[in-house]
């Protein structure tokens, strides 16, 4: 069984900071994509920003130059580095890894169980 579970997550003030965790766990074969997605009230889950396994990055246009992805392949870890935060970025964030397991040969989508982020002063 995979799991992969997320800590970091607050209450902060508008221009503040916070690092979200997600540490994947279980019969683990091989990691390959990671990312964090995003859902506000009342609106779609999206894309944050994704890495794949040789470090190649992306990220939606609006967190672009105030938040990075990055990960530690040999904790099976990666995280989300956010910073100037505003008050729209406002959600629950959601790590999500495309693994396979070490009993078959299929790669899964997982998801974490998700982190509020609320920037309020």
């Known amino acids: 069984q995979v799991q992969l579970v997320e800590s970091g997550g607050g209450l902060v003030q508008p221009g503040g900071s916070l690092r979200l965790s997600c540490a994947a766990s279980?019969?683990?074969?091989?990691?390959?994509?990671m990312g964090w997605y995003r859902q506000a009230p009342g609106k779609q889950r999206e894309l944050v920003a994704a890495?794949?396994?040789?470090?190649?990055?992306n990220y939606t246009d609006s967190v672009k130059g105030r938040f990075t992805i990055s990960r530690d392949n040999a904790k099976n870890t990666v995280y989300l580095q956010m910073n100037s935060l505003k008050p729209e970025d406002t959600a629950v964030y959601y790590c999500?890894?495309?693994?396979?397991?070490?009993?078959?040969?299929?790669?899964?989508?997982?998801w974490g169980q998700g982190t509020q982020v609320t920037v309020s002063s």
């Open positions: 279980g019969s683990i074969f091989s990691i390959y994509g």
């Open positions: 999500n890894a495309q693994i396979r397991s070490s009993s078959g040969y299929v790669v899964h989508d997982y």
């Open positions: 890495i794949t396994s040789g470090g190649s990055t």
